[in-house]
C-alpha cells in the first residue's frame, strides 16, 4: 500500500500524439490568423487575444492527467479539470482488463459517455471494463490494466 492509502494508483497524461496534434493544430490556426490579420488594420488587439488562447489551450492540454486511485473504499477516478468519482466497491458487480477501440466505442479520450457506458480515459486502447450492480458500465483507461482489474476483483463482495 502507498504512503497515500491507496491499493494501487496510476497516474496518466493525454497521450503524445494527441498532444502533438493539439498543438500542431493550434499553431496552424494561430498562423492563419496571424497572416489574415496582418491584412486588416486595427486587427491587432484581436490578435493578441487570440495568441493568449492558443498558449492558454497549450498549457490547458499539458497540465490535463487523469489519476486512477483503489482505495479500502473503492475505485477513484479523478483530473480532467473536473471528474471526481467514487465508485465503491459495493457498486460494481465485476472488473475485467480489455482492449477498446478509444473513437469507435467511446469517440475519443477524456471523459465520455456512449452507447457502452462512461469513460474515463487519457491514452492507449487499455483498460478495465466495469460492470456495475445498477446495470451501468464503466471504462477506466490504463496503461496498467491487468493489474488494475486484479485489484478490483481482488476486493469486490460477491
Known sequence: MSESGSIFSEKQQLSPRLQAFVYASTAIAGLGAYFAA??????????YL????????????R???????VTEEGVIVR???????????????SAEARRYKPIMEY???????GPNGKAYNAQGDEGVQLALRDG???????QRSNELANVIAARLTR
Open 38 to 47: 496582418r491584412a486588416t488594420p486595427g486587427a491587432e488587439v484581436g490578435l
Open 107 to 113: 469517440g475519443g479520450w477524456g471523459y465520455r459517455i
Open 136 to 142: 451501468g458500465r464503466v471504462l477506466i483507461g490504463s
Open 79 to 93: 483530473g480532467m479539470l473536473f471528474i471526481n468519482r467514487l465508485i465503491r466497491f459495493a457498486d460494481i458487480a
Open 63 to 69: 497540465t490535463l492527467t487523469l489519476s486512477t486511485d
Open 50 to 61: 487570440l495568441f493568449g488562447v492558443i498558449a492558454l489551450v497549450a498549457v490547458l492540454f
